[in-house]
């Protein structure tokens, strides 16, 4: 039995080999105060979400020319068009530490300065990764005090190249790039009736399902349906993977051609449960690698692979000449795709009086500016959501480093209270 209703409760139960099974519940009306301003007497949280794509960006067809909210989206931010109103462009900061000298090469660098703000120890990154320092302060409230997703599932590199996310001192939070462990983690232990598409994990719960809705009212009653019908769909999504999406190829591997937008659906699905059932509040997503060898065949772009096309290095066109740029953009405006597809899940989302985007923060950045030069100064961002009063809608060129815009977040939207973060030295207004 569920017993008293309220945020945090689950549906539980057990499969049949006992394992315990774990569904989040939607956000009903029934966890709200009359106005849908606070789940009783508590307010609505904040979630925050880092979103990472490798390599860096062609330009002059990603940086808008214009400011202010009449800017024009450019060609790589052109999926973003029908969520206009739900982004900030900002364009400018730069990643200091990353031009400090050390070991590794330029993408080594440049991505343990964007996710920690500290030089690459020639191991890992020098210090725990802004997510992870937002979740030691709010995530402890939550069943997992932060989750890691990927999606391009290269194993090239060493670690640097290959998490997002840091602990502390060199210790790695690897992303979970496979939808099943992932749904597994979520949810509960898989078995073989539900690969097999036999049983389903909602078997297991199906008892304080029925007792849950009967408490419900219309509404709450249909959202729940909703809620449960969607998991039912993503499992059977998963399920119906080929062999080969349940493995992560070794590092040797050159026949790169999975079909990522495929995977990247299912994880930001995930996800958007995953928020919306209060299971986390802070989560990074690595799309695709530092230092990306990803190929894409859904792009027609398989002679070579993504790092390959940024540089003019006889593998690929170069990216400083034509034809380099217009496959950059396509790659890029892919990325943009992706993450415009997540928002419209937060955004579809109802939670109490607006929907879960509102209660969100998205911050989407790269490993470089140019990709060509590794250019480390400059750099854009986009963030997303309308948690603690960012304002949204508009492009904004600024100056500052990214430790400024990640104290800014931590603090002003999400109330970590952090004292401090490498590299920043003041606050960013322009965002609110």
């Known amino acids: 039995m569920i017993g008293k209703l309220t945020r945090r409760s689950f549906l ?53 020319t214009e400011t202010g909210p009449e800017y024009s989206l450019t060609p790589c931010l052109a999926p973003l068009a029908p969520l206009r109103r739900d982004i900030h462009v900002v364009t400018g900061l730069d990643n200091a530490a990353a031009q400090i000298p ?10 343990s300065a964007l996710m920690t703000g500290t030089p690459f120890t020639g191991r890992g990154a020098g210090s725990p990764s802004i997510d992870q320092a937002i979740a030691a302060k709010v995530g402890g409230d939550s069943r ?31 992303p979970e790039m496979l939808p099943h462990k992932l749904f597994e983690r979520l949810f509960g232990q898989r078995e073989l009736g539900w ?21 419900l009212g219309k509404q709450d009653q249909a959202r729940l349906d909703e809620h449960l019908a969607s998991i039912r769909d993503l499992e059977k999504a998963i399920t119906s993977l080929p062999p080969q999406y349940y493995r992560v190829d070794p590092p040797h591997y050159d026949g790169d051609m999975k079909d990522w937008p495929r995977i990247a659906r299912l994880q930001s699905d995930l ?82 009086d607006g929907t879960l985007l509102d209660h969100c923060c998205l911050l989407f950045v790269h490993e470089h500016a140019e990709a060509n030069e ?34 800014t977040l931590a603090n002003d939207v999400m109330g970590a209270g952090l004292e401090s973060f490498p590299t920043a030295e003041r606050r960013l207004p322009e965002l609110f």
């Open 12 to 64: 539980k139960g057990l499969s049949l080999a006992q394992a315990p099974v774990w569904l989040g519940l939607p956000p009903l009306e029934a966890f709200f105060n009359e106005k849908g301003t606070a789940y009783g007497a508590d307010p609505i949280e904040k979630r925050f979400v880092l979103w990472f794509n490798g390599n860096g960006i062609p330009e002059k067809y990603w940086i808008p």
């Open 102 to 111: 050390g070991p590794g090469n330029g993408h080594h660098r440049s991505m």
């Open 144 to 174: 997992f005090r932060s989750l890691q997703i990927g999606v391009s599932q290269e194993s090239f590199g060493e670690s640097i190249q290959r998490n997002m996310s840091w602990a502390a001192y060199e210790r790695p939070l690897p």
């Open 195 to 215: 690969v097999e598409r036999e049983k389903s994990v909602l078997d297991a719960v199906r008892e304080d399902a029925f007792e849950l809705r009967k408490s």
């Open 271 to 352: 996800l958007a449960h995953a928020l919306a059932a209060r299971q986390t509040r802070v989560a990074s997503y690595m799309l695709t690698k530092c230092q990306g060898l990803a190929r894409f065949p859904w792009l027609g772009y398989t002679a070579a692979r993504h790092h390959d096309y940024t540089h003019r290095d006889g593998k690929a066109p170069g990216s400083d000449g034509p034809d380099g740029q217009r496959i950059l953009r396509d790659i890029c405006r892919w990325h943009v795709e992706e993450f415009a597809y997540l928002l419209s899940r937060l955004k579809s989302i109802t939670e109490g």
């Open 374 to 407: 590794h250019k480390n100064n400059g750099l854009s961002v986009v963030i997303a959501g309308h948690a603690g009063g960012l304002k949204t809608g508009l492009h904004t060129r600024t100056t500052g480093t990214f430790g400024d815009l990640y104290l």
